[in-house]
């Protein structure tokens, strides 16, 4: 059980193109998802939390106009990247948190590496 | 400003027998603590958590250890296998909402 699937799980494209990438809870519903980021040798870094059928919360740093977050139903949530650029490129991971309760462990997504030429 | 920290970035262990990572945080409002192993190109998976309230949760080989006062969290494997070796990573959450990661730590079991 618990499973998150993310996808696509590796994107390549040209700078300026806009890039959306999904995030489902397969097998539980997920009021809150989350993204990160992680650069090379380093650890994830939440990006923003997303809450379905409300504004993302975004991380200080995180531009929210650039890095768009819609949580549309229980089971998904998206972000998209737009106008990319080559310094966005990184790996990208949702996660995804079953239930309103507290300490309950967030399951995560395989990734999404993103290169931006 | 990193607030869960795992001080050894790689470990290597032998097949069989007990391997050690640590984590050290320095938040005090952390309640839910947290391991995950992630392979390259992957998602970490969930592998065994520990609330505030306890100081030890064990399941199978992992067991974690929590040290309040000394904000310290290990986990052990034992008895380490080839197929644990991945990067393992500590994180911390606060009233189980977003996690702080450390920077991980890449066990390497060997035969």
């Known amino acids: 059980g618990a499973v998150v699937s993310q996808h696509p799980s590796r994107v390549i494209c040209k700078s300026g193109t806009s890039v959306k990438i999904e995030c489902r809870s397969l097998?539980?519903?997920?009021?809150?998802m989350f993204w990160y980021r992680q650069f090379p040798k380093q650890s994830l870094m939440l990006m923003a939390t997303?809450?379905?059928?409300?504004?993302?919360?975004?991380e200080q740093g995180v531009e929210k106009d650039k890095f768009l977050i819609n949580h549309a139903s229980l089971t998904l949530s998206t972000l998209t990247v737009t106008s990319a650029h080559p310094e966005d490129s990184s790996f990208y991971i949702c996660?995804?948190?079953?239930?309103?309760?507290?300490?309950?462990?967030?399951?995560f997504g395989d990734g999404t590496r993103l290169s931006i030429l | 400003d990193q607030q869960v920290k795992q001080n050894s970035p790689s470990l290597s262990v032998q097949e069989g027998r007990i391997s050690i990572l640590n984590c050290d945080y320095t938040n005090s409002m952390f309640d839910y603590f947290l391991w995950y192993k992630k392979y390259p190109a992957e998602g970490p998976t969930f592998l065994i958590s520990i609330s505030s309230i306890k100081d030890k949760n064990e399941d199978g080989r992992f067991t974690v250890f929590l040290n309040k006062s000394a904000k310290h969290l290990s986990l052990h494997i034992v008895p380490s296998q080839p197929g644990d070796s991945a990067v393992y990573f500590c994180a911390a959450t606060a009233r189980g909402y977003a996690l702080n990661f450390g920077k991980g730590t890449s066990l390497l079991v060997t035969p």
């Open positions: 996660s995804a948190l079953p239930g309103r309760g507290s300490n309950q462990p967030q399951h």
């Open positions: 097998d539980f519903q997920a009021t809150t």
């Open positions: 997303s809450n379905e059928g409300s504004k993302a919360t975004y």
